[in-house]
């Protein structure tokens, strides 16, 4: 299956026809497409495995944490259970501010990072380890790095390349601290005006169904993959 063919913009055309989201920032996005299909065809080579269905988010999505007013994170990427072609499979859902501003080494590493939480997810619901997946109240927004942290998979044990693994590791400490980034997104998302939406971290979560888990499809080449 082509790359172009498992990338779905829908909410991105949806979000221009009702006036939500510019030309500018339109063709802005699409620009960047490119860049982002290389950084998803690298990660492929590195693994040998095709990276899952990728879908994108038009709203800036900000968490807000009860253990603070004042206190709340941009997600940037993230790995969630979403309906592809009549199943429900782990799919990575960029955010479009992400992709329009974000300095091409950070996408890289995002790229990268959502897909050993992919892995990370994938072995999970294969043992029916549902719960691991819940964790903890995220009430603090250092709860929720120790969360995301852990709930991943080493690059060293899928990545060959040292120099993308140390990216990695550099860009994710534990999580995307890019001042340059963050000022760029006030200055040409939120003040414009442009998609926000509040969530919380519980709600950012993967959740499982039990009426939904026979309808959950996982990439048997990640499953031979994991299997000792």
Known sequence: MSLERRMNFDKVYECVEKGMMGQEEFTSFFDRIPLLEKALREIEEEVTLQYPP??????LTIIRYPSSTFSGAAIYAACKLMEYQGELQ?????????????????LRACVAHEFLHYVYITKTLSKGNYMDLAGE????????QAYDDTHTVPPSE?????????????????????????AAIQEKWIDKGLPVRYTTAEEAKVKVSITEIQR???????????TP
Do not use: G, M, T, Y
Request: aromatic residues 10%.
């Open 54 to 59: 990728v879908f994108f988010e038009p709203a």
């Open 158 to 182: 899928w990545f060959r390349s040292v120099e993308l693994v140390r990216l990695v590791e550099k860009v994710f400490s534990p999580n995307i601290d890019d001042p340059e980034l963050e």
């Open 90 to 106: 782990p799919c990575v859902v960029f955010s479009v501010p992400f992709v329009i501003l974000s300095r091409e080494e950070v």
């Open 216 to 226: 959950i499809r996982l990439d048997r080449h990640v499953l031979e993959r994991l």
């Open 137 to 144: 109240r995220l009430d603090s927004i250092e709860v929720h």
